[in-house]
């Protein structure tokens, strides 16, 4: 099987062999072709074109077959930088930069040979002329300058990108691509803006309480030629074309332009990955991205804030990123457009992790950041389906991401051995602090930031259900992480209860991590993701209070904070409690248990769970200081009261019964 030079299995035949291989069904798998390679270099330029999954479809050089398809790769490639090309082109240009495949630094590879195919300005013509034609004004400079697109690279491509270009970026001890993002460490809702154009005025949430605050269609150009111009100056951007939603029916179609490998292998991480024959089908994108996150915004057009500026265009199905380079605001801005999009066509969007247990249950975890839906939805006894973002149609649930985004803040391999293990080759890990020498890296370490981020495709969870999608839910679990310690840890919910809490989207988090007791932060984050939603919360309440009566699902509120005392006196209830309490839920075990209600916020509380001490179950036993418990429970029962104000006046769906049904599901002071 080896070559004379000993190199087995290198392919070095061009591609032809592979269609020798198996010609009249026989699979000539051991013949070995001779080497054609006169030298290493050529031998290694080769290797490197086969292996490039750049080239979505059939190796290029190979035996042309009269069978072939009617668009040749050649015309293809052509096609897809042209449009990529006019992806970059801004509004008062033509077009944009040349654009060609490939890395500017492997000059003279056969990857550069492509050549020139963008679009040419509309007064040249096509063909015939080799000699230079002056520009006319229809063409500004940068329509004559080359950008290369790296073009939906590997992980392993990407990584080299990374390591050679950008400062920060590092191989762990497990093989992880560690990376920094910069000034940000984590979203910036205050610096998101949609663009209020009529439908959008129409259709959107606007105003007291909606996380939609207006751009108008004219600053939002200004922004987009800013990044497009930043974009268009650099030797080379990275493209990725994928897929959200895991629907087939429901498929959105998108492509990131982005200035760093770092934020390349992130979407190709997060997103769902085409294959071959999806790329080659491709076509022009539902939704495009410009990441221009390493160049601010302009401070002097309206709205800007601070030099990050985030903006969603509906009409124009477009996103630009200035001034951040946080990759988290990529998938959570496409999320964003996702809760426009789905529910158009009657489909729920969740900010929700899911999983299903091996006889086909399906639960959904709703929380905020940090509440644990990463952590609670990945089980080693269960499917996953997805971390973060999914959908609910009359189909069942699915999946918008192809991977997961863990937060890595004290991880460990003990209690988190499946986040742990998918630390790995091809994983992208933000922000974390390691060993100069051996790149190992320290999970306690908050030097950087407390929001240490792991971004992995879901296949390294080793029980991820693919294609991810399941049936319809039977349990929606809401996760609150409360710092004031006076949620009970699980409490059984009815649907008006689970309403109320589901608009209310309750969690408080610690203000510092230092200097001793601080009082925790109530949040109120309508659908457990304000931030993200477009519509007002009472549409997405109404659906989802639908789809559970119509299934039958059980809600129940599951605290995965503080237990015994507020933040600085009690403790965080221990995972391994919280597991065993979900693991009751998912079993039926807690559907059948004895309950006993609380006060004040009339939660129904189980007496007992297999695994879990009786006397944490109750908050009332934890407590020592019953004084200090009651005034607490008051208190966040009155923030709840105030928090629920504005939304007294709207109605829940066509009943208005649920509607007063859920506005006595609150607590009562
Ligand atoms: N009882 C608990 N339940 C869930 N998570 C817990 C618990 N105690 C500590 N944690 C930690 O809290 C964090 C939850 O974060 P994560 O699952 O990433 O949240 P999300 O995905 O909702 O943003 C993890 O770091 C997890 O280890
Ligand atoms: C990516 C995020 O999601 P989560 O914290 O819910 O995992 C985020 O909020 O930036
Ligand atoms: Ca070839
Ligand atoms: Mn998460």
């Known amino acids: 099987m080896a070559t004379p030079n000993g190199l087995a299995r290198i392919d070095t035949n061009g591609g032809a062999q592979k269609t020798k291989k198996h010609e009249n069904g026989i699979c000539h798998d051991d013949s070995s072709a001779p080497v054609r390679a006169q030298n290493i270099d050529e031998l290694h330029s080769m290797q490197r074109k086969r292996s490039a999954p750049t080239t979505p479809i059939k190796v290029d050089g190979g035996a042309a077959s009269p069978f072939a398809a009617?668009?040749?790769?050649?015309?293809?490639?052509?096609q897809q930088l042209q449009s990529i090309s006019a992806s970059l082109a801004s509004l008062t240009r033509e077009t944009g930069p040349k654009v060609v495949r490939g890395d500017p630094a492997r000059k003279g590879e056969a990857t550069v040979k492509v050549a020139p195919v963008a679009a040419p300005p509309p007064s040249q013509p096509h063909h015939h002329h080799h000699h230079h034609v002056a520009p006319t004004i229809s063409v500004s400079d940068s329509s004559l300058k080359f950008t290369h697109v790296l073009y939906n690279l590997s992980p392993a491509e990407l990584y080299e990108q990374a390591i050679k270009y950008e400062k920060g970026s590092f191989i762990t001890d497990t093989g992880a691509l560690a990376t920094l993002s910069g000034a940000k460490t984590g979203r910036s809702p205050r610096d998101k803006r949609i663009v209020k154009d009529e439908a959008a005025a129409q259709e959107l949430w606007w105003g007291k309480g909606s996380?939609?605050?207006e751009m108008d269609e004219h600053t939002f150009l200004t922004n987009r030629e800013r990044a497009v111009d930043y974009l268009n100056s650099l030797d080379k951007v990275f493209v990725n074309d994928q897929f959200l939603n895991w629907d087939p029916e429901n498929r959105i179609k998108v492509r990131i332009i982005s200035a760093r490998a770092y934020h390349s292998l992130f979407m190709h991480n997060m997103c769902i990955r085409p294959t071959e024959e999806e790329l080659e089908e491709f076509g022009t994108p539902d939704f495009t991205i410009y990441n221009a996150g390493k160049f601010p915004c302009n401070r002097y057009t309206h709205y800007m804030t601070s030099s990050t500026s985030v903006d969603i265009n509906l009409g124009r199905r477009e996103m630009v990123i200035l001034g951040t380079q946080y990759a988290g605001e990529m998938k959570k801005g496409l999320f964003g457009?996702?809760?426009?999009?789905?529910?158009?066509?009657?489909?729920?969007?969740?900010?929700?992790?899911?999983?299903?247990?091996?006889?086909?249950?399906?639960?959904?975890f709703f929380g905020l950041s940090g509440t644990g839906k990463t952590t609670l939805s990945t089980d080693h006894n269960r499917l996953l389906i997805g971390?973060?973002?999914?959908?609910?149609?009359?189909?069942?649930?699915?999946?918008?991401?192809?991977?997961?985004?863990?937060?890595?803040?004290?991880?460990?391999?003990?209690?988190?051995?499946d986040i742990w293990n998918a630390i790995k080759f091809g994983t992208v890990l933000e922000n974390?602090?390691?060993?100069?020498?051996?790149?190992?890296?320290?999970?306690?370490?908050?030097?950087?930031?407390?929001?240490?981020r792991a971004a992995y495709p879901i296949e390294y969870i080793p029980n991820a259900k693919?294609?991810?999608?399941?049936?319809?839910?039977?349990?929606?679990?809401?996760?609150?992480?409360?710092?004031?310690?006076?949620?009970?840890?699980?409490?059984?919910?009815?649907?008006?209860?689970t309403m109320y809490h589901f608009i209310s989207g309750y969690t408080a988090?610690?203000?510092?991590?230092?200097?001793?007791?601080?009082?925790?932060?109530?949040?109120?984050?309508?659908?457990?993701?304000?931030?993200?939603?477009?519509?007002?919360?009472?549409?997405?309440?109404?659906m989802l209070a639908e789809k559970m009566q119509t299934y039958g699902a059980t809600g129940w509120l599951v605290n995965t904070g503080w237990s015994g005392g507020r933040y600085g006196v009690g403790n965080r209830i221990k995972l391994a409690y919280t597991r065993k309490i979900i693991d009751a839920i998912h079993s039926g075990e807690l559907l059948t248990a004895n309950y006993q209600k609380t006060e004040v916020f009339g939660l129904e509380i189980p007496t007992a769970i297999e695994g879990v001490p009786s006397e944490i179950l109750d908050p009332t036993n934890t407590w020592t200081d019953k004084a200090a418990y009651k005034e607490t429970l008051l208190k966040l029962a009155g923030l709840f009261g105030k928090n629920f104000e504005v939304f007294a006046s709207y109605k829940i769906g066509e009943d208005s019964t649920l509607t007063e049904e859920i506005l006595a599901a609150g607590p009562k002071v």
């Open 70 to 78: 009617a668009l040749s790769e050649e015309d293809r490639r052509k």
């Open 211 to 213: 996380p939609n605050i």
């Open 337 to 364: 457009v996702m809760h426009y999009l789905m529910p158009k066509r009657r489909i729920l969007s969740l900010h929700s992790g899911c999983n299903m247990g091996r006889d086909g249950d399906v639960a959904l």
């Open 387 to 417: 971390d973060d973002e999914h959908c609910w149609s009359d189909n069942g649930v699915s999946n918008i991401e192809g991977g997961c985004y863990a937060k890595c803040i004290d991880l460990s391999r003990e209690k988190e051995p």
């Open 432 to 452: 974390v602090v390691f060993d100069e020498h051996t790149r190992e890296v320290d999970y306690t370490d908050k030097s950087v930031t407390e929001n240490t």
């Open 466 to 497: 693919i294609p991810c999608v399941g049936p319809h839910p039977k349990n929606v679990i809401l996760l609150a992480c409360d710092a004031f310690g006076v949620l009970p840890p699980v409490s059984k919910l009815n649907l008006a209860q």
């Open 509 to 542: 988090l610690v203000a510092g991590t230092e200097d001793g007791i601080k009082e925790p932060q109530a949040t109120f984050s309508a659908c457990f993701g304000a931030a993200f939603i477009m519509l007002h919360p009472t549409k997405y309440a109404a």
